[in-house]
């Protein structure tokens, strides 16, 4: 051909493949994802027959981070991640030191020098995000207290590890073996200025960009053109998310995330969200079959035990410093093993800082290889680790004592204060949920001026409840000792404000146990859960799309009618 169709070649066969090992693998019941990365596998440099371009590859899947993280975004307000803040931030950073110490004990084993096991340890202490919202959204558990606790924690490593690429070049010159000099006084320089860069980033944004970019947005969509409107979008998504990398330092994925949190003040996000869905998929496959086509399957015949090694901090390790971390924050257990679960895996920025570790000559090529085979086995167990959440949590309930009295334990927020007036627990409502939806219920709860009890897994939501002096406890409302403390057996409705089914089908289960003749309202996203709910629990179901077409009915019936009444 007379010109270059690399890229193309490399799209066609990297999407052909992923659809062919993506069907093949459903079909035998596993995750999609699987597929994938099989496919990568074949068109990568270390099998036999065609290759596709590799730098290529990593620059779609680039593209594919960056539209996910933007999609996060507009559904992820500052409110839900200044919510999780007391958790996630020091758990993320306590589980990164943890992972990394684990790292640098294994890499002394080894006989690795000091610089080489912190490289180690850091790029398996850092996990995918992308890998997590592919799970999340799998799972439908991205808006839940879980989800959000999950996405704040990922984030917070995400900064970090800004933060260490940045610091790695003059750390290796102090004590790897790069050629050049630095002093602690430039460690400290560099420091400030990375952090200098991060907080005028993320202040523009949160003040500048929330009220430019809404703006612009709506500017399109009243041209009317659907093209402009969905080119404005990516190009809000992929130009932000560049040009806070090329004048902040900042990674592709975080820029992306706040190009995504300001466009989600535009009452037009939804539509944006909607608009991109297509691509956002498309290019998360690239992604995934770019990790495939870094992976040297040799490894596995070469190093087995060093790979098991690798995986086994992955997967268990740095997991089970994140359960003991949350259950030491005094959350449930089911939040301590869903981020235990997100944790489980690493990704792209393990990738980036393992690269930069080879090129300055701190990190041994081995070292590299061994990541990218933890990162490819990792990533393909990750959605059977999630599967095992439900069974894990029954079994350790069961058999602990210490996990019962971590969970149960002595927690003032896990019970109602002993001041409050009998008459307020008797023929009150049970509120599942204070997120937008249980927000505004309760306000209308107020309004009326009739009691109720809120059950929210946020801490810090609570506390702000009880300041306000709102009765509320602190837990997972599917368990039965929160619906308990909530005084579920003298209440007169349950009201579930919560999208997941799953948990919502376990709080009408104990609710009904508890409390046979109490009235339920269930929330629901699909009409055939809200049948299926209707069919075998006989509780009242209200479907979003349905009531916000009950609602456009009325308006414009009551309109109708105000225009005859004008005409008579």
Same mark, same amino acid.
């Given at each position: 051909?007379?010109?270059? =169709?690399? $890229?193309?070649?490399?799209?066609?066969?990297?999407?052909? *493949? #992923?659809?062919?090992? %993506?069907? @093949? &693998? !459903?079909?035998?019941?596993?995750?999609?994802?699987?597929?994938?990365?099989?496919?990568?596998?074949?068109?990568?440099?270390?099998?036999?027959?065609?290759?596709?371009?590799?730098?290529?590859?990593?620059?779609?899947?680039?593209?594919?981070?960056?539209?996910?993280?933007?999609?996060?975004?507009?559904?992820?307000?500052?409110?839900?991640?200044?919510?999780?803040?007391?958790?996630?931030?020091?758990?993320?950073?306590?589980?990164?030191?943890?992972?990394?110490?684990?790292?640098?004990?294994?890499?002394?084993?080894?006989?690795?020098?000091?610089?080489?096991?912190?490289?180690?340890?850091?790029?398996?202490?850092?996990?995918?995000? =992308?890998? $997590?919202?592919?799970?999340?959204?799998?799972?439908?558990? *991205? #808006?839940?207290?879980? %989800?959000? @606790? &999950? !996405?704040?924690?990922?984030?917070?490593?995400?900064?970090?590890?800004?933060?260490?690429?940045?610091?790695?070049?003059?750390?290796?010159?102090?004590?790897?073996?790069?050629?050049?000099?630095?002093?602690?006084?430039?460690?400290?320089?560099?420091?400030?200025?990375?952090?200098?860069?991060?907080?005028?980033?993320?202040?523009?944004?949160?003040?500048?960009?929330?009220?430019?970019?809404?703006?612009?947005?709506?500017?399109?969509?009243?041209?009317?053109?659907?093209?402009?409107?969905?080119?404005?979008?990516?190009?809000?998504?992929?130009?932000?998310?560049?040009?806070?990398?090329?004048?902040?330092?900042?990674?592709?994925?975080?820029?992306?995330?706040?190009?995504?949190?300001?466009?989600?003040?535009?009452?037009?996000?939804?539509?944006?969200?909607?608009?991109?869905?297509?691509?956002?998929?498309?290019?998360?496959?690239?992604?995934?079959?770019?990790?495939?086509?870094?992976?040297?399957?040799?490894?596995?015949?070469?190093?087995?035990?060093?790979?098991?090694?690798?995986?086994?901090?992955?997967?268990?390790?740095?997991?089970?410093?994140?359960?003991?971390?949350?259950?030491?924050?005094?959350?449930?257990?089911?939040?301590?093993?869903?981020?235990?679960?997100?944790?489980?895996?690493?990704?792209?920025?393990?990738?980036?800082?393992?690269?930069?570790?080879?090129?300055?000559?701190?990190?041994?090529?081995?070292?590299?290889?061994?990541?990218?085979?933890?990162?490819?086995?990792?990533?393909?167990?990750?959605?059977?680790?999630?599967?095992?959440?439900?069974?894990?949590?029954?079994?350790?309930?069961?058999?602990?004592?210490?996990?019962?009295?971590?969970?149960?334990?002595?927690?003032?927020?896990?019970?109602?204060?002993?001041?409050?007036?009998?008459?307020?627990?008797?023929?009150?409502?049970?509120?599942?949920?204070?997120?937008?939806?249980?927000?505004?219920?309760?306000?209308?709860?107020?309004?009326?001026?009739?009691?109720?009890?809120?059950?929210?897994?946020?801490?810090?939501?609570?506390?702000?409840?009880?300041?306000?002096?709102?009765?509320?406890?602190?837990?997972?409302?599917?368990?039965?000792?929160?619906?308990?403390?909530?005084?579920?057996?003298?209440?007169?409705?349950?009201?579930?404000?919560?999208?997941?089914?799953?948990?919502?089908?376990?709080?009408?289960?104990?609710?009904?146990?508890?409390?046979?003749?109490?009235?339920?309202?269930?929330?629901?996203?699909?009409?055939?859960?809200?049948?299926?709910?209707?069919?075998?629990?006989?509780?009242?179901?209200?479907?979003?799309?349905?009531?916000?077409?009950?609602?456009?009915?009325?308006?414009?019936?009551?309109?109708?009618?105000?225009?005859?009444?004008?005409?008579?």
């Amino acid at each position: 051909m007379p010109h270059s =169709v690399e $890229l193309i070649t490399t799209i066609a066969a990297a999407l052909g *493949l #992923a659809l062919i090992f %993506g069907f @093949i &693998a !459903v079909r035998l019941r596993l995750p999609a994802l699987v597929g994938y990365l099989l496919a990568g596998i074949v068109i990568g440099p270390f099998t036999p027959g065609f290759v596709a371009d590799t730098a290529l590859a990593g620059q779609l899947a680039e593209i594919g981070v960056m539209l996910l993280m933007f999609g996060v975004g507009l559904h992820f307000s500052l409110d839900d991640l200044l919510s999780v803040k007391k958790i996630a931030l020091p758990g993320a950073v306590v589980q990164i030191a943890v992972a990394t110490a684990m790292g640098v004990a294994l890499a002394s084993w080894w006989g690795w020098n000091l610089m080489a096991g912190i490289v180690f340890g850091l790029s398996l202490s850092v996990a995918s995000t =992308v890998v $997590l919202l592919k799970a999340l959204e799998s799972l439908g558990a *991205l #808006a839940t207290p879980n %989800g959000r @606790i &999950a !996405v704040g924690w990922l984030i917070v490593e995400d900064l970090v590890m800004v933060m260490v690429l940045v610091l790695l070049p003059p750390l290796a010159q102090v004590f790897g073996n790069t050629p050049g000099t630095a002093s602690g006084h430039s460690l400290l320089a560099t420091l400030a200025i990375t952090l200098g860069e991060v907080a005028l980033f993320i202040g523009l944004m949160l003040v500048g960009g929330r009220r430019f970019f809404p703006w612009l947005l709506w500017q399109v969509a009243r041209t009317g053109s659907r093209e402009l409107f969905t080119l404005c979008v990516v190009a809000a998504a992929l130009g932000i998310a560049y040009g806070s990398s090329v004048l902040f330092g900042v990674s592709f994925a975080l820029g992306a995330f706040f190009a995504g949190m300001v466009l989600r003040e535009s009452a037009l996000s939804y539509r944006a969200a909607e608009e991109t869905l297509p691509l956002r998929d498309a290019f998360a496959v690239l992604f995934f079959v770019s990790v495939g086509m870094l992976f040297d399957p040799s490894v596995l015949l070469a190093q087995p035990l060093q790979v098991l090694a690798v995986v086994a901090i992955i997967v268990f390790g740095k997991s089970l410093a994140a359960f003991l971390l949350v259950l030491a924050f005094r959350y449930p257990l089911n939040t301590a093993l869903t981020v235990s679960a997100s944790l489980a895996q690493i990704g792209e920025f393990s990738f980036i800082l393992a690269g930069l570790g080879v090129m300055l000559g701190v990190l041994p090529a081995e070292g590299q290889s061994l990541i990218l085979a933890g990162a490819l086995i990792s990533i393909a167990l990750n959605p059977l680790v999630f599967t095992v959440i439900e069974p894990a949590q029954t079994w350790i309930r069961a058999r602990s004592k210490l996990a019962r009295k971590l969970e149960q334990r002595d927690d003032p927020l896990a019970e109602l204060p002993s001041d409050v007036t009998p008459h307020t627990l008797t023929g009150h409502i049970v509120l599942g949920g204070y997120g937008r939806v249980g927000r505004r219920i309760a306000e209308a709860l107020d309004a009326q001026g009739q009691p109720y009890v809120v059950a929210e897994q946020q801490r810090e939501e609570v506390e702000r409840l009880r300041t306000r002096g709102i009765h509320a406890v602190v837990g997972d409302a599917s368990e039965p000792a929160v619906l308990i403390q909530a005084h579920i057996a003298r209440a007169l409705m349950l009201v579930i404000a919560i999208p997941d089914a799953f948990q919502a089908r376990k709080m009408i289960e104990i609710a009904r146990t508890l409390n046979p003749r109490i009235h339920i309202l269930v929330r629901s996203h699909c009409e055939d859960e809200a049948a299926l709910l209707r069919r075998e629990q006989s509780v009242d179901v209200l479907v979003g799309e349905r009531e916000l077409a009950n609602s456009m009915v009325r308006h414009v019936s009551e309109c109708v009618k105000e225009q005859a009444e004008a005409h008579v």
